[in-house]
């Protein structure tokens, strides 16, 4: 295997990966040359299995970004990128990313039928010990590929290709995001429902309070201290966006720094906390002078569907009468 590290970081591993792949990649992640956090592009259509295993393993530890990719040379020299081609042993490396790109382009990643399964080793006990540890490894990566075990073990193709839609909608890969999770407490006087996202850019947070009369929205996006000053810094505008729709938006103040987090709080009329049952998405930014700053998150909020209309349940119980009402006539 072939290794190639840009300035990025851009790390791209091409051709076979040899049985040695993980122990050059080692030594050069303890040298500081690929460092935590760096883009892995992966393009290999055979190689060791267990090497693979080995490499997902070290890109988990490092909490590193798989893609699919060729390097990229200079057009002038007559050399474009190529397609890139994974399948086994860079499919399973692969999986190791913590952050995982769908392939775009004519780019392909798959698997071939009983790849869990050492060539070499035959029917043997061998076999069934390479089957564990790929089980094994998928488990610790939190990577399920029961929906595509039928095919895998029943398809007579040389490899069982995998789309970029099938990958996103079963977890293989997260497009820079991980799953979002929420907590809530549902019980009077104060239900909160809290929305917590980490991706690669860091960590962000919503929490919706529900106390009797009001509702509070604040948002907490963890960049480091020295990161938020300056964010803030620069902040003349701040505001929250529903479905990308600017909403409860505040000139020259609303946003601070607590900590290491820039926050931006604001009251949360509830009256449109109905609206949340069915929005897409909620963010939260902090604007400059011109539309060239501009510094949030925004989060999915299909996956806590479930959770957000607890939460909202738990806070219509809450609330006193003349809200109820007044919430009433508004739907």
Same mark, same amino acid.
């Given at each position: 295997?072939?290794?190639?590290?840009?300035?990025? &970081?851009?790390?791209?591993?091409?051709?076979?990966?040899?049985?040695?792949?993980?122990?050059?990649?080692?030594?050069?992640?303890?040298?500081?040359?690929?460092? $935590? !956090?760096?883009?892995?592009?992966?393009?290999?259509?055979?190689?060791?299995?267990?090497?693979?295993?080995?490499?997902?393993?070290?890109?988990?530890? !490092?909490?590193?970004?798989?893609?699919?990719?060729?390097? $990229?040379?200079?057009? $002038?020299?007559?050399?474009?990128?190529?397609?890139?081609?994974?399948? +086994?042993?860079?499919?399973?490396?692969?999986?190791?990313?913590?952050?995982?790109?769908?392939?775009?382009?004519?780019?392909?990643?798959?698997?071939? &039928?009983?790849?869990?399964?050492?060539?070499?080793? !035959?029917?043997?006990? #061998?076999?069934?010990?390479?089957?564990?540890?790929?089980?094994?490894?998928?488990?610790?990566?939190?990577? +399920? @590929?029961?929906?595509?075990? &039928?095919? @895998?073990? %029943?398809?007579?193709?040389?490899?069982?290709?995998?789309?970029?839609? #099938?990958?996103?909608? /079963?977890?293989?890969?997260?497009?820079?995001?991980?799953?979002?999770?929420?907590?809530?407490?549902?019980?009077?006087?104060?239900?909160?429902?809290?929305?917590? #996202?980490?991706?690669?850019? !860091?960590?962000? $947070?919503?929490?919706?309070?529900?106390? =009797?009369? /009001?509702?509070?929205?604040?948002?907490?996006?963890?960049?480091?201290?020295?990161?938020?000053?300056?964010?803030?810094?620069?902040? %003349?505008?701040?505001?929250?966006?529903?479905? #990308?729709?600017?909403?409860?938006?505040?000139?020259? +103040?609303?946003?601070?720094?607590?900590?290491?987090?820039?926050?931006?709080?604001?009251?949360? =009329?509830? %009256?449109?906390?109905?609206? @949340?049952?069915?929005?897409?998405?909620?963010?939260?930014?902090?604007?400059?002078?011109?539309?060239?700053?501009?510094?949030?998150?925004?989060?999915?909020?299909? &996956?806590?569907?479930?959770?957000?209309?607890?939460?909202?349940?738990?806070?219509?119980?809450?609330?006193?009468?003349?809200?109820?009402?007044?919430?009433?006539?508004?739907?």
């Amino acid at each position: 295997m072939t290794l190639a590290i840009t300035k990025v &970081p851009q790390v791209y591993l091409y051709g076979v990966i040899d049985a040695d792949a993980p122990q050059r990649f080692e030594a050069l992640v303890r040298s500081g040359k690929i460092p $935590r !956090g760096s883009d892995i592009y992966l393009s290999s259509p055979s190689g060791d299995l267990r090497a693979g295993l080995a490499l997902g393993r070290l890109f988990r530890a !490092g909490a590193m970004v798989t893609h699919l990719g060729t390097p $990229r040379r200079s057009l $002038r020299s007559g050399y474009a990128n190529k397609t890139a081609f994974c399948v +086994d042993a860079c499919t399973y490396a692969y999986f190791g990313g913590l952050y995982r790109w769908a392939p775009t382009g004519f780019d392909r990643i798959g698997l071939s &039928p009983h790849s869990a399964m050492d060539p070499k080793a !035959g029917d043997t006990a #061998q076999a069934q010990q390479t089957s564990n540890d790929v089980a094994s490894y998928l488990t610790d990566m939190d990577v +399920d @590929l029961g929906e595509f075990t &039928p095919t @895998l073990t %029943t398809s007579h193709d040389a490899v069982v290709w995998l789309t970029a839609d #099938q990958m996103t909608a /079963n977890g293989l890969a997260n497009n820079g995001r991980l799953p979002l999770t929420a907590k809530t407490v549902l019980l009077p006087p104060m239900p909160t429902l809290e929305l917590n #996202q980490d991706d690669r850019h !860091g960590s962000h $947070r919503l929490v919706l309070q529900c106390r =009797p009369g /009001n509702v509070t929205l604040t948002a907490y996006d963890f960049v480091g201290k020295t990161r938020a000053r300056e964010i803030v810094s620069h902040a %003349t505008r701040s505001y929250f966006e529903v479905n #990308q729709q600017e909403v409860l938006t505040e000139q020259h +103040d609303g946003v601070s720094v607590v900590d290491d987090a820039v926050v931006i709080t604001r009251p949360y =009329p509830s %009256t449109e906390l109905v609206d @949340l049952l069915s929005a897409h998405t909620i963010g939260a930014w902090a604007g400059g002078r011109t539309s060239a700053f501009r510094y949030g998150f925004t989060i999915k909020l299909y &996956p806590a569907r479930d959770a957000i209309k607890d939460y909202y349940n738990a806070c219509w119980r809450a609330a006193p009468w003349p809200a109820r009402q007044k919430a009433a006539k508004a739907g």
